[in-house]
């Protein structure tokens, strides 16, 4: 009697320890197509253990709770992860303590304004337009730099980040700014620039141009006028008035060019009041070394791409005939 008493004990022992084994081999998915499990910075284990199981990633909190006590050296790292098929929770342990965070590439063209990046966020289901422009309009971040700023516009360097669901608009605004400040300390090693001047400057040859070897003749086009007192007369800048006044349609119209919003060229001497664009670093750097060149002028070439730069007026008028008849040509 106490044999069979005995082996009934082994038996159930066995079973337990089998069933305890499958609940930790098993792979578990208890949720549809994907989820998305956040781990905050400082979360023990017990509490991320119930919010695998509440997020159906594993099947209970105590799983994780035991993987954890039989590697208790473990690092877990915080972050947002990503589920999109089962696994063992060993598997789940491993990936929480490598630190395999989820994240999707957000790419910032050069010459994009903040209007544009928002427009960008909100498209890719990141971060709302409304959030966005609310924190690019706080010039906080670089008021060190440029203590004329009055948002961060210009300061937003375009580059690819990494973002996650939990990403917010400052966070993305502090991560853009501190590329800029990286970018800006290559390109004015050991001298002092006014980054206020310069960063307007360029984000103007930014929108102006996309060929590379122009930018230095573009900038010194703006250089030359300022220094003459001509009026800059910036289609860009008409552009960028018109977003201001929430009333872009897509051209520039007689009412735009007549605007007497400050960042309108054409009626205002001087540069603009702030950055247009975020311009990238070719063209921060031909703001900081304009070439030297008499031009005062430059309109799109008649054939061929890029620009054609003269000194006189009648040269420009000249060279605007030749392209007003080429596109007319081309219609």
Not at 46 to 71: C, D, K, N, S, Y
Not at 74 to 83: D, W
Not at 119 to 142: M, N, Q, R, W, Y
Request: a neutral charge; glycine letters at 8%.
């Amino acid at each position: 009697m106490k044999r069979a008493l005995f082996l009934a004990g082994v038996i159930l022992i066995a079973l337990g320890v089998g069933a305890g084994l499958l609940f930790f081999r098993e792979s578990y998915k208890g949720f549809e197509g994907q989820t998305f499990v956040t781990v905050e910075r400082g979360t023990g284990a017990t509490e991320i253990g119930r919010v695998l199981a509440q997020a159906g990633v594993i099947r209970f909190p105590w799983q994780f709770w035991m993987e954890r006590a039989l590697h208790p050296s473990a690092k877990l790292q915080a972050g947002e992860y990503k589920f999109d098929r089962g696994a063992t929770v060993g598997e789940v342990f491993d990936r929480l303590a490598r630190g395999d965070v989820y994240y999707f590439e957000f790419t910032v063209t050069e010459g994009s304004n903040m209007f544009d990046i928002a427009h960008a966020l909100e498209s890719a289901g990141a971060i709302t337009a409304e959030d966005f422009l609310s924190a690019a309009a706080d010039p906080k971040l670089i008021l060190d730099l440029d203590p004329s700023a009055n948002s961060l516009e210009g300061y937003l360097f375009p580059a690819t980040y990494r973002l996650s669901h939990s990403t917010t608009a400052a966070e993305l605004c502090r991560q853009m700014t501190e590329q800029f400040r990286r970018q800006w300390k290559k390109l004015t090693p050991g001298t002092v620039a006014n980054a206020h001047r310069v960063v307007t400057l360029a984000s103007m040859v930014e929108k102006e141009t996309g060929v590379a070897e122009e930018r230095p003749l573009v900038a010194a086009v703006f250089v030359n006028r300022l220094d003459k007192g001509m009026l800059l007369q910036c289609d860009p800048t008409t552009i960028y008035a018109a977003l201001l006044d929430h009333r872009f349609r897509k051209t520039i119209h007689k009412s735009d060019l007549a605007s007497r919003n400050p960042y309108n060229t054409y009626q205002h001497p001087g540069l603009p009041p702030g950055p247009i664009a975020n311009p990238g670093a070719d063209s921060i750097a031909a703001a900081l070394h304009p070439a030297e060149t008499d031009y005062l002028y430059f309109v799109a070439k008649a054939a061929g791409g890029g620009h054609k730069f003269s000194t006189t007026l009648a040269g420009h008028e000249k060279a605007t005939r030749e392209y007003r008849k080429k596109a007319r040509k081309a219609e």
